[in-house]
């Protein structure tokens, strides 16, 4: 079957109009399933890179696209010089995004789009939240000893619940990478279980800083680890690694959320973060989950960019779609 | 026009179209009339009968085209031929530059040529755009380096003359590259015969030869249906012939140039094997599978169109297939993002459909997408089918559409055994992750090309065709490069050679009876055959009588049959796969073996040889380079490797020299001794299993040659020797569908009967044609006779941790 071929599209203008699937519960760790996966690189480079030349979204349609590009989006700041002008700056970018005289102009009709969360560290989560109040857009934040991973445990339990409390409804956890990379899955599974449980009924990220995995088997082996135990996202990147969301990535851990779909049942959602900052680039990752799992994951619940500097792109290109100009950053608020 | 709030949830692509005008501006420019290209000008004649250019995707009439008589071939001909030697003289840099000028110019005009070459075959844009036209263009590039280097590289070989190409419809500029680059590199100059469903691009080529000024009469270019092509290839005047097309086409071909002394290179059809082991990346299998029999709607010629997949994942690939199909989206080839485009003609598209519907009926489970097809146009749905007899046409022949059939196996060795099952050999597609497996794999299945994880890659780097009934000679590379060169002339010799073609081949026949004959006379020696390692008697027993020069009888030989053939063959089949695996090394010791122990006995078989030959001298010299021979054979064992080609991919590409096979020889008569080491040296050398008939002036010396063989460690059935007279032999062994390959140093006429008659199985023939050689120089001309002895095999690995 075609996974998630039921499933219904978002409705226009709220990322969160449609139904969530239910939560990712995660089941026990099956390692004979994990070994047995495999990732020939070539291939997977060969595919991506010909699914650029297969696929193009023009006109209309592409604006259409950029529009739910930005209802996908995690906007995000992850800076050592965030303060809290700066994060109910980005916030009022939430909230609207597209100029109304775009949207206007682009013909949309229903209620204008906000994107899907906006990212902070833990500090910033109170603010994100006063400043988001009533938009229904949710806080996540990056925890777990971001970026590395690599602080005390109970620490880093502790930090899920403070940001939990403070009212993130979305946890962006980084694993420990050794895990993965000693082939010590089971406490990959139990980690991951134990950041789930500290999570409640916050939606928790998995970040596999997949540009330190090594390998896109160890990938997809970390992305399966990290389904079973219960992540409702799986994620690549923190953006601080040298190498971010790359497509060969991406397919791999698509893939993985497509074995686990069929495996299981259960829905996991993934999330591309770091280096991606154009248009055409949101639009080809739109284009492989479309390809290889289907339009239901191509909606909020299941997809998630994280971005920081992809929005600006995108307006510039809206702009362009609405009035046939080119347009130039300095005519979109900043965020 | 849906509504972008609509287009927000639906995330539809919306088309995506390339504009057709640039084509329409350019045939509309030619009033969509078309002639031919003969000594650098157009040609065109009002009264001309036409044959129609269509859009498959429309099934509109866009061009109409000239159908070439044998009037425009004579003249198309002429031209090349006046051409040659101007050509020749230019030397290697010019004609380099001409390669240069004529790759920049594809790449300047490239979406000229892509747009073209979509609106009139119907394939994807994406593909003409991203595959086929960048291909052309790299073709052009590396056989520039090949025209430069050719003196270097290839001393002493000049081109082989006039060459008439005839090329198919499935990748019309590609094909018509692959063989314009190579021909041109070496110095010949081209009759071309494009296809007739697709001659656009080609004419657009024609332009782009005169636009870089390349000389008159060196590219000719003929359109028109098969008759026109057959006028090209019965044409006296051409010497070699590179065709493209079926395989009943390339049978045709070999019988019409039987005799005649043209080269011929033959790139047919395929049934390629696409094995799955249980290991494999099954996502990137798919995906393999789109890429090998959804490539140009699996009008490819090595497409990988029979799926073996190991039986414990089977049922998760037909899963996973038949979930990917519902993506592939088929339509208008101009769309950009379109997978799959249009069947080229109705006439294809009827017969793929009628392929399909007679498999299942046969009781075949036919499996495609939900999706629908264009109404306007000629399409077919990508299709997986299931449940096929293995003895069914959708099993066993070439379906040349988007059509996989699909079956399971258990072991590696069925997995070889299955994937060798058939009468094909262009192709083979191992998908495993295990580095043992397909390593072990690939040598073992019976094709030109192996891709280990990945199909359908192709580079001019890399040459690329048939074993087997896929055709002979190889396109790119050296390989393929050497396909154009004249064939060194060391050691030809008419004056040696053998006498006219009605020469008495045997000595007279026999009566019936055992051991000696009975007339009392000096008869020094009976020979037996010798098959599988054991000396035997011959079916029947006859007895052929040997004279020597003088006309007086020396000894006798059985006159082996049929049967006898037959045997030779079984033990010959028998022992392949074995000699074939031995180590190089160990060939070669064998071979050193055997010299030495021809080196034991050389005076008296020397005297022997000198009863025959009336002249101990000669005969003594001919033993002498008898033992030369095979030690200069021994010593290139291992030397004869392959090479690493250069291929603009992160992989390795291996050109592996495979041996061809069971090979039947029929040893020259003017050097009884000498031309059985001369011949036998370079097949046993690089693993092939040999039927050999020795001299039948004197086939004496094969006794002498048989004990010899017994003593030397050389594996039974390895070597088998059937005298006779060749009216027998000859007819037996071109018909024989389990000889790989036959050389005969003959008449005339036996090599023209040879190379008609090998049209069952499409062997591997090497006739001398009458032409003889002074055997005791042969050794240098050993590279030649290597090349002989081998096919190339290119194996393509993909690599990345």
Redesign the interface.
Known sequence: ??PGSTAT????GSAHASEAPPRNPGIDLDLDRVLEL??????????TASLA?????????????L??AITLMDLTTLSGDDTPGRVRRLCGKAKAPVRPEVLDA?????APPTVAAVCVYHRYVDTAVRALEGSGIPVAAVSTGFPHGLSPFAQRVAEIRASVGAGAREIDIVVTRAHVLTGNWSALHDEVRAFREACGDAHLKAILATGEL??LTNVQRASMVAMMAGADFIKTSTGKESVNATLPVGLTMA?AIREYFQDTGHVVGFKPAGGIRTAKESLQW?ILM??ELG?PW?TSHRFRFGASSLLADIERQLEHAATGRYSAHHRHPLA | ?P??????????????PESAGIADAWLDAHGRRFGHFVGGAFVATEDAETFDVHRPSTAEVIARVEQGDQDVVDRAVQAARRALPKWEKLGPGRRAEYLYALARGIQRRARLFATLESLDNGKPI?ESR?LDVPLVARHFYHHAGWAQLRDQTHPGRAGVGVVGQVIPWNFPLLMLSWKVAPALAAGCTIVMKPAEYTPLTALLFAELCREVGLPDGVFNLVNGDGRTGAALVAHQDVDKIAFTGSTEVGRELRRVTAGTGKRLSLELGGKSPFVVFE???L??VV??VVDAIWFNQGQVCCAGSRILVQEGVEERLL?KLR?RM??LRVGDPLD??V?MGAIVDRVQLERIARMVADGAREGATVWTPSSTLPERGWFHPPTVCTDVDPGSALWREEIFGPVVVMQSFRTPDEAVDLANDTRYGLAASIWT?NLNVALDIAPRVKAGTVWV??TNLFDAASGFGGYRESGFGREGGDEGFEEYLAHPTHGRDQKVGPEADAAPAEADPGHAGAGAAGSGEAIDRTVKLYVGGRQSRPDAEYLLRVLDESGMPIGEVPRGTRKDVRNAVEAARKAADGWARRTAHNRAQILYYLAENLAQRQDEIATRLARWRGSGRRAKAEVEAARRTLFTYAAWCDKWDGRVHATPF??VTLAMRESIGVMGLFAPREAPVLGLAATLGPLLALGNTVVAVPSTANPLPAADWIQLFETSDIPPGVVNVVTGRREDLVPTLADHDDVDGLWCFGTRSEGEEIERRSTGNLKRTWCALGEGRDWTKADREAEHFLREATQIKNIWV????
């Open positions: 079957m075609v599209a978002a409705a226009p495999r990732v020939n690189r070539s291939a997977a480079e060969r595919r030349g297969r696929r193009s979204v023009k006109k209309t349609w592409q604006a259409a696209w529009l739910r682009l013909g949309w009709d229903v090594g390998t893939r739109m479309k390809e339009n191509v | 026009m509504s972008i709030s609509d287009l927000f949830i639906s995330l539809e692509y919306g088309p995506a994406r991203d290991d494999a990346d996502d990137a995906e393999g899963e979930a519902e993506t950009k993002a997978d992750e994880n990945c992160r992989n993909p690599y990345g941790a």
